[in-house]
């Protein structure tokens, strides 16, 4: 599904891919790094998200050498240990203030979702609008990605005590104190949200990779 949203009313927007997942089913390791068709999953994340932001930063801990190949600026969580997603959202929102204070909204996105839709920011935008919300995620079927929404960068302070002060962790707890849109996509031929957790998605992945090449 596409939308005919000017490209003119859609924000400024940041992205940030999310990489900071441990891959404990895989084995270890930065699942965005595993190859789908003879590309990273990355790769296509980034190919992707590229035209549809401003901007992208890669949210992941460790060595940053590792992604040097990619020409993101990668910065990690400073919220420690290891609080999940919310705490790579605060850092890109702190990040965006301060280095890009002109731009008031965030896109967040896993980095190890290899098929997203090429509408992604437009519609998420077009939704937060219509409904008057403050923050706006994704879904596809009946099942929400919360790690796939847009964030206000004004919200970073009401985050950052959320994660440190309250030691909140989930995302949709968090979602729930403000506005909240919801944007469906279908999920055929593939689902636009398919992630690849364990070794048998990547074969999955391949099989999709084929339809999403013909769509």
């Given at each position: ?82 609080p ?7 850092a890109?929102?702190?990040w ?5 204070p ?35 995620v ?47 996509w279908?999920?055929?031929p593939?689902?636009?949200f ?13 099989r ?8």
């Amino acid at each position: 599904m596409t939308t005919d949203i000017p490209a003119t009313r859609v924000p400024p927007t940041l992205g940030v891919l999310l990489a900071g997942g441990l891959a404990r089913r895989m084995g270890g390791g930065d699942k965005p790094m595993r190859t789908i068709g003879g590309r990273t999953i990355l790769e296509r994340v980034i190919a992707r998200l590229s035209p549809q932001c401003d901007r992208l930063i890669l949210n992941a801990n460790g060595d940053p050498a590792r992604f040097a190949t990619f020409g993101l600026q990668v910065i990690a969580d400073d919220v420690p240990g290891f609080p999940g997603p919310l705490a790579g959202i605060l850092a890109a929102l702190d990040w965006t203030a301060k280095n890009r204070p002109e731009i008031e909204w965030v896109l967040s996105a896993a980095g190890d979702c290899p098929f997203l839709p090429r509408d992604l920011v437009a519609r998420l935008h077009e939704a937060r609008e219509q409904e008057s919300a403050q923050l706006a995620v994704a879904a596809s079927g009946d099942q929400s990605h919360p790690v796939i929404g847009l964030w206000r960068v004004a919200l970073r302070n009401e985050l950052r005590h959320a994660l440190v002060v309250e030691d909140l962790r989930k995302i949709d707890r968090w979602t729930a104190r403000y506005p909240l849109a919801t944007v469906t996509w279908p999920v055929e031929p593939l689902d636009p949200f398919f992630n690849a957790n364990t070794v048998e998605d990547i074969t999955e992945a391949e099989r999709l990779a084929t339809l999403d090449a013909a769509s």
